[in-house]
């Protein structure tokens, strides 16, 4: 799979090209355009629905375009170590990556309906979308820093993290990420987002904005 992007860092639509019968999985939801013959099985149905998408003899294409404004970031897996990822960046990866293979670390984050992060290892490409622009913390050996949930994207599974409430006995949601934040503890990457997906949700119905309107 080759990753071509474009409209980048704002409006980021990633192009990506398949060998002759090369298979890839995608988020249904953010499928723009595919070349002509391209096969398109869907999987699962709702939040976990996932598109299985091969390519014909002579290979061929799919414009996958992510349903938030914001970058792009594509991980290269070498099978040294997996990747966490927050459910909503997720937008595909290579057939070669299994996604939630076994159980990690706080199990009841992944996969499913429970939790909010998927996990992906193996040896291949995890495209990964984000709302605004992207950032990248680097982690040294026992460097530490909190981050709200709503703003990571991905972490290696090589930094130390601890999932904990942002305000005591406030809202809290496992299957969300509300009402949380992540301490991670290096060595190791993070990924995070400059907006926040659900933050955003409450400003329009603070301000009045509704599927109705």
């Not at 040294?80 to 670390?105: D, Q």
């Not at 994207?153 to 090589?158: C, L, M, P």
């Not at 509300?178 to 997906?197: I, K, M, N, S």
Request: hydrophobic share 45%.
């Amino acid at each position: 799979m080759q990753v071509r992007t474009r409209h980048t860092p704002t409006f980021g639509v990633a192009r990506l090209v398949l060998a002759p019968g090369e298979m890839v999985l995608v988020d249904p939801l953010t499928i723009a355009a595919t070349s002509y013959g391209l096969a398109v099985e869907v999987k699962g149905a709702g939040a976990q629905a996932v598109a299985l998408c091969t390519a014909g003899a002579e290979g061929g294409w799919l414009d996958a375009a992510p349903v938030l404004p914001g970058d792009l970031q594509q991980v290269e897996l070498d099978g040294t170590h997996g990747w966490c990822l927050a459910r909503h960046s997720w937008i595909a990866s290579s057939s070669t990556v299994a996604m939630n293979p076994e159980a990690p670390p706080m199990q009841a984050l992944f996969g499913g309906a429970e939790g909010f992060l998927n996990y992906a290892q193996g040896r291949g490409d995890v495209l990964l979308a984000c709302c605004g622009a992207l950032d990248l913390v680097t982690l040294e050996a026992g460097e530490a820093v909190t981050i709200s949930s709503d703003h990571v994207v991905a972490f290696a599974d090589t930094v130390q993290c601890r999932l904990r409430p942002s305000v005591p006995d406030g809202v809290q949601s496992i299957q969300t990420g509300e009402g949380l934040v992540f301490d991670f503890a290096g060595p190791g990457a993070v990924l995070t987002q400059t907006r926040g997906p659900r933050r955003l949700t409450t400003w329009l119905r603070a301000n009045g904005v509704s599927r109705s309107s």
